[in-house]
């Protein structure tokens, strides 16, 4: 689905002006690109408009500490009169901080297919490479200032989500605003790749581990299912094998893989899924999860729900064999 109602941005610009108190939230188990559009979203608006007071919220990931700190609040101090932003996330399900109760007015920016309309004004663009794509589209169509900081963490979410402009989302619109942004803010390269992908050895043994451990069908999906004794004996933890799972593009074998990590703290497997071109979300919304045509996810209770989605994938490969 495409949505981009007319003057988004000035809309979306216009809510921002008006609250003296702004929230900005993204999904449960983020990613690059979640951390990185909430923080320079923050950033920006702090930059433009320094008397508001604007927060970053949701749990700290340790290894994303490199795009800034998030902010501490809870409900209780914050006025009637506050504006949520949610970013890169379809439903409020999936918000990692608070319900929806409480705000003056919400507003979603996200790039995932739009399942139903769940804010007062939503920015949804599924032909988006990634969330801090549009955060960057909307700073330059409201000429919104922003400095060498903030211009690196957008580059640095456009580039994860896009994993590195391979994946089909990429569009000339993606490679014109990267340009954009390393023309205007001049920042080196390097030291941003070095954040996002630098592992240690361990991580590494890991992903040796998977590859000799997938089971692969005859349709060629593959998967493996991941828990804490694993976890343990490589030194990692349950979101190491999310952050590795767009790794595997490229083995020839594969049309789709479904990485199941168990997640102790939360009681729930957690599952990644990638495809080649193998639709596979609308197999995922059926199994409490969603997410884009060929990168999709789903958070299950049972080792029998694991099965049963990880049949219904392979019988989807099957399908289109």
């Given at each position: ?235 990692v933890d349950s979101a190491t094998a999310s952050n590795m799972v767009n ?13 199941a990590s168990w997640d102790e703290r939360n009681n729930i497997f957690k ?51």
């Amino acid at each position: 689905m495409y949505m981009i109602k007319k003057n988004i941005h000035k809309q979306i610009l216009k809510k921002i002006k008006e609250y003296d108190e702004i929230v900005i939230a993204r999904h449960i188990g983020p990613d690059p690109d979640a951390i990185s559009s909430e923080i320079a979203l923050r950033d920006i608006i702090r930059l433009n408009f320094p008397k508001k007071k604007v927060y970053a919220v949701g749990n700290e990931v340790s290894r994303f500490r490199y795009f800034g700190n998030l902010d501490k609040i809870s409900s209780s101090e914050l006025s009637n009169n506050t504006l949520m932003i949610i970013l890169d996330v379809p439903r409020w399900d999936r918000v990692d901080y608070m319900k929806k109760e409480g705000f003056a007015y919400t507003i979603k920016i996200d790039h995932h297919p739009c399942e139903e309309q769940v804010c007062d004004l939503e920015l949804v663009d599924d032909t988006s490479a990634s969330t801090t794509q549009l955060i960057t589209e909307f700073i330059y169509e409201t000429k919104l200032k922003i400095n060498k900081n903030i211009a690196e963490n957008l580059f640095c979410g456009i580039v994860s989500d896009s994993d590195r402009f391979l994946l089909s989302y990429t569009t000339p619109k993606t490679l014109m605003l990267v340009s954009k942004l390393l023309e205007d803010y001049k920042f080196e390269l390097m030291p941003l790749y070095n954040n996002l992908y630098e592992r240690p050895l361990d991580e590494r043994k890991f992903e040796s581990y998977i590859i000799n451990n997938i089971d692969i069908t005859e349709n060629g999906f593959g998967s493996i299912i991941l828990d804490n004794k694993i976890f343990k004996l490589f030194n990692v933890d349950s979101a190491t094998a999310s952050n590795m799972v767009n790794d595997f593009n490229f083995i020839k074998e594969l049309k789709v893989w479904a990485f199941a990590s168990w997640d102790e703290r939360n009681n729930i497997f957690k599952v990644n899924i990638r495809s080649r071109g193998t639709q596979i979300n609308e197999v995922a919304e059926k199994f409490n999860g969603g997410g884009h045509k060929f990168a999709s996810g789903a958070r299950l209770q049972t080792l029998d729900e694991v099965k049963a989605l990880f049949k219904a994938l392979d019988d989807v490969c099957k399908e289109n064999k």
